[in-house]
T-cell receptor, first 111, second 115 residues
Framework: GNSVTQMEGPVTLSEEAFLTINCTYT??????LFWYVQYPGEGLQLLLK?????DKGSNKGFEATYRKETTSFHLEKGSVQVSDSAVYFC??????????FGKGTRLSVIA | NAGVTQTPKFQVLKTGQSMTLQCAQD?????MYWYRQDPGMGLRLIYY???????DKGEVPNGYNVSRLNKREFSLRLESAAPSQTSVYFC??????????????FGPGTRLTVL
C-alpha cells in the first residue's frame, strides 16, 4: 500500500538557518504529494502541494519538488524564523483515497 | 465561513464511558474523515465517508463507530472508552471525488483523555 517516510525529529535550528526535511514515499500510480504544518495547539494546515512529477510547490518561503525518480518530496526553506516552529507532515494521496501521512517532524527555531 | 468545526475541544472520560465527538463543515465537501494523532505515530485514519450515506474503515477502526448524519456532519462515537483511546482526534473534509489533487481541510481537534 501507499506509505510515507519522513526524517525523525526533533530538528533544532537557529534563526536564518537553512532547513531541509526529508520525505520519501511508496505508492502505485501517480500520487499527489502534500506538506501540512501544525502549529502548537492547532489543527493541520496545508502548506504546499505538488500533483505531478517535477512540479514544485511553494508557500511562505517553503518549497518542495516532486521527484519521481527518487520518490521524494523534500521540504526546504532558505532562512527559517522563530514563527516557523511547528510540526511538519508529509502526505500523499493516490486516486480517490484519503491522505496517508508520515509521522511528522518537529521543528524548533531559536533566536 | 467557519471551515471545519469540532466539539468538544477537551474531554476526560473514565474507562467504559461512552461519548460522541461532533464534526461539521460548511464548505459543501462530499468527503469527511476522522483521524487520531498520537506521539510518534503521526495521523492515523479511523473512518471516512466518501459521500453522504457511505462510510468506510480506515487504518485503526476498532473501538469506534461513525455516523454521516448529513452532508455537513460526521460524528465519531466511542461506545466503551479505553485508556488506549487517549489521543487527539481530528476531523477533516475534502471533495475526494475531485481526484488525488484535492486538499483536505482539518478542524482544530478534540483532546480526549481516558482514565
Amino acid at each position: 500500500g501507499n506509505s510515507v517516510t519522513q526524517m525523525e525529529g526533533p530538528v533544532t535550528l537557529s534563526e536564518e538557518a537553512f532547513l531541509t526535511i526529508n520525505c520519501t514515499y511508496t505508492a502505485t500510480g501517480y500520487p499527489s504529494l502534500f506538506w501540512y504544518v501544525q502549529y502548537p495547539g492547532e489543527g493541520l494546515q496545508l502548506l504546499l502541494k505538488a500533483t505531478k512529477a517535477d512540479d514544485k510547490g511553494s508557500n511562505k518561503g517553503f518549497e518542495a519538488t516532486y521527484r519521481k525518480e527518487t520518490t521524494s518530496f523534500h521540504l526546504e526553506k532558505g532562512s527559517v524564523q522563530v514563527s516557523d516552529s511547528a510540526v511538519y507532515f508529509c502526505a500523499l494521496r493516490g486516486g480517490n483515497t484519503p491522505l496517508v501521512f508520515g509521522k511528522g517532524t518537529r521543528l524548533s527555531v531559536i533566536a | 465561513n467557519a471551515g471545519v468545526t469540532q466539539t468538544p475541544k477537551f474531554q476526560v472520560l473514565k474507562t467504559g464511558q461512552s461519548m460522541t465527538l461532533q464534526c461539521a463543515q460548511d464548505m459543501n465537501h462530499n468527503s469527511m474523515y476522522w483521524y487520531r494523532q498520537d506521539p510518534g505515530m503521526g495521523l492515523r485514519l479511523i473512518y471516512y465517508s466518501a459521500s453522504e450515506g457511505t462510510t468506510d474503515k480506515g487504518e485503526v477502526p476498532n473501538g469506534y463507530n461513525v455516523s454521516r448524519l448529513n452532508k455537513r456532519e460526521f460524528s465519531l462515537r466511542l461506545e466503551s472508552a479505553a485508556p488506549s483511546q487517549t489521543s487527539v482526534y481530528f476531523c477533516a473534509s475534502g471533495r475526494l471525488a475531485g481526484g488525488n489533487t484535492d486538499t483536505q481541510y482539518f478542524g482544530p481537534g478534540t483532546r480526549l483523555t481516558v482514565l
